[in-house]
């Protein structure tokens, strides 16, 4: 019953992409199936491209900790707060953001083209990964997400 009240039964969705190979500044084009449990109220359907950058930190203790930041953000809201129903699909394109090679290196920060909030004290790791991430947002229960990953080919600049 607690999974049902938190929302894990709700369904899934299921992005497709027309490829997953990219260079920055190319459209990634997809599709976002609902395959919900029944129709569901929700405040927006969206999608997102992101890079992940995992950042290590080192305190005056010496101590280390590892945060993950989402940057090269681009955000499209496919459709506002209404009745969502199973089997719904919705098409999307975004725009990779252009970026270089050394904007994808130590800091990885795009201050002009990311949407996050990114701050890097004393070095990073390096993107992780880019992906495709769509989300419904349902109130009171968990969202509906679905994320694929992606390559981005920063050589091809």
């Known amino acids: 019953m607690i999974a049902v009240v938190f929302g894990l039964f709700e369904g899934k969705i299921i992005v497709t992409l027309e490829k997953t190979a990219f260079v920055p500044g190319e459209t990634i084009n997809g599709k976002i199936k609902l395959d ?14 992101y890079g992940e950058q995992e950042v290590t930190t080192r305190d ?13 953000s681009a955000l499209q809201r496919i459709d506002g ?4 129903k199973p089997g719904e699909e919705f098409e999307f394109s975004l725009v990779i953001p252009q970026f270089s090679r050394v904007d994808m290196g130590l800091s990885g920060v795009l201050a002009t083209m990311t949407t996050a909030s990114v701050s890097h004290p004393f070095g990073g790791t390096g993107i ?5 991430h769509a989300s419904l ?11 694929v990953k992606v390559t981005v080919n920063p050589n091809a600049v």
Not at 60 to 72: E, L, Y
Not at 81 to 84: P, T
Not at 128 to 132: A, I, L, Q, S
């Open 36 to 49: 919900l449990s029944h129709p569901k109220k929700a405040r927006e359907l969206r999608v997102e491209f």
């Open 128 to 132: 992780r990964g880019y992906y495709v």
């Open 81 to 84: 707060e209404r009745e969502y």
């Open 60 to 72: 005056a203790k010496g101590q280390t900790s590892r945060k993950t930041n989402h940057v090269f």
């Open 137 to 147: 947002d349902v109130p009171n229960a968990f969202d509906v997400n679905d994320r």
